[in-house]
């Protein structure tokens, strides 16, 4: 079950100034579309509504966002945000 399923996102690096909204559209091959959860591997980079709308933090880096099925939780992947002063 799940093989050949995967999803991915349509932008995975987006490069924002500090405090800018993006969002992170999936794409889902070979598997109907399930629930995506959102989570910040690294709590200070910023935040992400359940819908998937990112937020930069305030400091400058290289911010990582794991995006998987809720249902399927071993089918995920990555996207970055890359926060520089505008």
């Given amino acids: 079950n799940g093989v050949g399923q995967w ?12 405090k800018e909204e993006y969002f992170f559209n999936i794409k889902f091959h070979n598997m109907d579309k399930c629930s995506i959860g959102y989570e910040l591997t690294d709590p200070s980079g910023g935040s992400i509504t359940p819908d998937g709308v990112y ?17 399927q939780p071993y089918i995920c992947t990555y996207a970055y945000a890359v926060v520089k002063k505008k």
Avoid: D, F, R
Avoid at 7 to 18: D, R, S
Avoid at 55 to 71: F, L, M, R
């Fill in 7 to 18: 999803i991915e996102v349509e932008t995975p690096t987006a490069v924002l100034g500090t």
């Fill in 55 to 71: 937020t930069s933090p305030t400091k400058e880096g290289v911010y990582e966002i794991k995006i998987y099925c809720v249902e």
